[in-house]
DNA sequence: CGGACAAGCTGA
DNA sequence: CAGCTTGTCCGG
């Protein structure tokens, strides 16, 4: 491969037998059928075709093609393949979706689907091509870009562009088309412009299934905001678009970058390389940080300090995060104490406009304490709504509660305080204030990965108010004001914590010190039985009906889940789990 | 997955 | 034993 490789010819003998993996749920299994003359041109690896599979048709994908004398089986008792659909996923793709197969225990189908056309592409338009300007070497592919929040990124799309035909990710598909929107040379968006994609010529942007994008002359990557956690499927095969491409880079020997304000231990544990900004220009690209130690403070002020108060009264805009919806997610009864819990269940309750409501089972009932009868609860945990009622009163103007069920178009630009979730700093455009009303919950979340997913937050709140430069301010309202993320943020230094971080990971044996999977369903127990007399693999579990399965590395982990086989029943497989 | 086929169950 | 359900197997 590259500029001095001669004009790919078109095949002279048109291969005779097609390995086709049928388009079937529960079906991972490849099948042989003869390639009819006439459809000869159209045939490629990766084509989308319907064939007859035990007396129905149905999709799938070429992943192969054999010349008939080397063929197993006699060519000419195969059955046909019945129809051409399209293109399909590129050759490169193709085997890339056996690796994703293996890394992430799935079916290969499930990448095939992701990599191929949303509707069915007869023929590509002509393009431009163009040459890759240089091949990296393969052995350092890898490199992380920490680049602050108010940083911009494109300085550094535009150098791998600059390359040849770029693949570049963002976690969401707006945050895709906001970025398309700011290159002057056009971009094919993925899924949309999928025929572009693959005619070449092009870059190509998209949110995490881009890392399956047909980009025929590839000459770089770069993932935006690596450590977002978009990137990963929650489905089963719950792949990691990072990962996906971080494989992709090194078969085709080609820079891979992962920029982020705060990247993951598992990028900084993939990369070669890793590019931080000066010290002046990184702080510059952070916010001011104002720690209040809620330690400190008398009590009864519940939710609002002083210097939260004096934010919200000051005419600015002002952000509050409060990660919980609803009005009260815990209360007691104000006369004896007793936590209120379902009468059916058990699980706590939360308030309603009309009475008490279970979070698990959904039953309702009146404000009585179940032990004692009293009718007034005290709110031990309170959520958005109560804290837009409340945050109203002490600052004197209208609050607006926004929360992931907020309506999309919902007007916000007037608001001069807004309340929510995490959500609101999505919605929102642009705050002088981002204050967290409770910061320990997101620290001490009970996750392994709880530490980055609370400084990720924090670099998304740093992202709405701009640098220390522009006047930006986050208010961080914690009784850990020394917790490695309220260090790291306060000193706009990420390092802070990845290193405190890893050291953590490693004695613990949590990724990236370790390769994780968790099994769960009904026929968990009896596929993780398979694994009781390996030694290169640790079982741990069950714990809520999850078992975990832990190696040292991916590479045992997953040749370990490779050679079980799946009972019949409901199975979840999930490697990598996020939320454990 | 979904069709084919076998084995098991029921009712007259 | 017809008629139906349930389970298992397998696809080119």
Redesign the pocket.
């Known amino acids: 491969m590259g500029a001095d490789e001669p004009p790919r010819r078109r095949e002279v003998r048109p291969r005779s037998v097609a390995?086709?993996l049928?388009d079937?749920?529960?079906?991972d299994?490849?099948?042989?059928?003869?390639v009819p003359a006439s459809l000869g041109p159209d045939v490629r690896v990766g084509t989308i075709v319907r064939?007859?599979?035990?007396?129905?048709r149905?999709g799938g994908w070429i992943v192969e093609l054999v010349d008939a004398p080397a063929a197993?089986?006699d060519a000419t008792?195969?059955?046909?393949i019945a129809k051409v659909t399209g293109w399909g996923p590129l050759p490169d793709v193709v085997d890339l979706s056996a690796w994703a197969a293996w890394r992430w225990a799935g079916r290969r189908s499930a990448f095939l689907g992701t990599a191929s056309p949303p509707v069915a592409v007869r023929g590509l338009p002509s393009a431009a091509v163009r040459e890759r300007s240089t091949v990296a070497e393969s052995s350092r592919n890898v490199v992380v870009h920490r680049v602050p929040p108010a940083g911009d990124v494109v300085p550094l799309v535009r150098d791998a562009m600059a390359r040849g035909d770029a693949l570049v990710l963002t976690p969401s598909v707006a945050g895709a088309a906001r970025l398309a929107r700011r290159m002057e040379t056009p971009v094919a968006r993925y899924p949309h412009d999928w025929a572009r994609a693959a005619a070449g010529g092009c870059t190509v942007v998209g949110a995490r299934a881009a890392a399956w994008a047909p980009v025929p002359n590839l000459a770089a990557i770069v993932v935006l905001d690596e450590h977002d956690e978009a990137y990963q499927e929650e489905r089963a095969p719950t792949w990691h678009a990072r990962d996906v491409v971080i494989e992709r880079a090194r078969r085709a020997r080609v820079p891979c970058l992962l920029v982020s304000p705060c990247p993951s231990l598992d990028a900084l544990a993939a990369a070669a390389d890793v590019v931080t900004p000066s010290r002046a220009d990184e702080r510059a690209g952070w916010p001011v940080v104002d720690v209040v130690d809620r330690r400190r403070e008398p009590p009864g002020l519940g939710l609002y300090s002083t210097r939260l108060v004096d934010a919200v009264r000051s005419g600015g805009r002002v952000v509050c995060v409060l990660n919980r919806t609803g009005r009260a997610r815990l209360l007691a009864c104000a006369a004896c104490g007793e936590l209120a819990r379902c009468e059916v269940c058990d699980a706590a309750v939360e308030t309603i406009e009309e009475g008490l409501r279970c979070r698990r089972c959904g039953a309702t009932r009146p404000v009585v304490c179940a032990a004692c009868g009293a009718t007034r609860l005290k709110t031990l945990r309170t959520g958005v709504t109560k804290a837009r009622d409340e945050l109203a009163r002490l600052a004197n103007r209208p609050v607006v509660e926004v929360t992931a069920t907020t309506l999309d178009d919902a007007d916000l630009t007037g608001a001069g305080v807004l309340v929510g979730t995490e959500a609101v700093l999505h919605r929102v455009g642009r705050a002088d204030v981002v204050a967290f009303l409770e910061l320990d919950q997101e620290l001490l979340a009970p996750r392994y990965r709880a530490a980055e997913q609370a400084l990720a937050l924090l670099a998304r709140a740093a992202r709405v108010v701009g640098g220390r430069a522009g006047g930006g301010r986050l208010l961080l309202q914690t009784r850990l004001p020394r917790h490695p993320v309220v260090d790291a943020a306060l000193h706009a230094d990420p390092s802070r914590l990845a290193t405190v971080e890893l050291v953590a990971r490693t004695a613990l044996r949590f990724p990236p010190a370790a390769a994780l999977a968790a099994i769960s369903g009904p026929a968990a127990s009896e596929y993780v039985d398979q694994l009781r007399d390996r030694v290169d693999v640790e079982l741990l579990g069950p714990a809520d009906g999850r078992w975990l399965v832990r190696a040292s590395e991916h590479q045992l982990l997953c040749d370990a889940l490779a050679t079980l086989t799946r009972p019949?029943g409901r199975l979840r497989v999930e490697v990598d789990p996020l939320r454990i």
């Open positions: 390995r086709v049928p079937v749920a529960g079906l299994k490849t099948f042989d059928y003869a064939v007859e599979l035990h007396g129905r149905v197993a089986v008792r195969l059955k046909p019949p």
